[in-house]
């Protein structure tokens, strides 16, 4: 099954974690086009994740990456996104470099609140992941841009989990 990845799950030590989707390929960095990305789905956390938001306009697109998820694994990856409490499955439309376009399986929210911000450790996954995989500078120039705020609860297991994660990715990035 193919998954477009546009939030925190870019980052591949994010997404083949354990009790996500161990088995999951990366394919290739692609974009959507006619969506917008927003810090805007509600979580139960009280921050803002990722969403993609269609606006039938040709100069909005999201970048992200194409990864190959094994079916079996795809309840998984429902879980830790919450599929069914937030997150909706879409089947869209992604643009590989090559030009050529491939449907795959995004993640929508179905609650969303604009008034709300990434906490800090989600904002750097997302950039992470960004880089990791080469989107464009600009692109992440965006995403950095992006406001944040710190998480009040500085032992919140999501928070020690990410930063577990973005220590593993920069330990590896460094040791290039």
């Known amino acids: 099954m193919k998954y477009f990845a ?11 974690a354990p009790e996500r989707v161990p088995g999951a390929a990366c394919l290739t960095k692609v974009f959507a086009s006619k969506y917008c990305l927003r810090f805007n789905k509600k979580s139960v956390d009280k921050s803002g994740k990722c969403n993609i938001v269609q606006t039938g306009s040709m100069d909005d697109f999201v970048w992200g990456v194409l990864f190959e998820i094994p079916e079996a694994q795809r309840w998984k ?6 599929y ?11 643009h590989l470099p090559d030009g050529t376009i491939e449907r795959a399986l995004a993640y929508v929210a179905t609650v969303t609140d604009d008034k709300l911000l990434p906490y800090s450790w989600y904002h750097q996954l ?32 999501s928070k020690l989990e990410a930063e577990k994660v973005l220590a593993e990715y920069y330990a590896m990035r460094k040791s290039r």
């Open 126 to 157: 997302v950039v992470a992941g960004a880089e990791q995989h080469g989107l464009s500078a600009d692109y992440i120039a965006k995403l950095r841009e992006e406001r944040s705020v710190k998480d009040p609860e500085p032992n919140r297991p």
């Open 77 to 82: 990856l429902d879980v830790a996104e919450g």
């Open 84 to 94: 069914g409490h937030g997150y909706d499955h879409a089947n869209i439309e992604v």
């Open 6 to 16: 546009y939030g925190s799950n870019m980052l591949e030590e994010r997404l083949r």
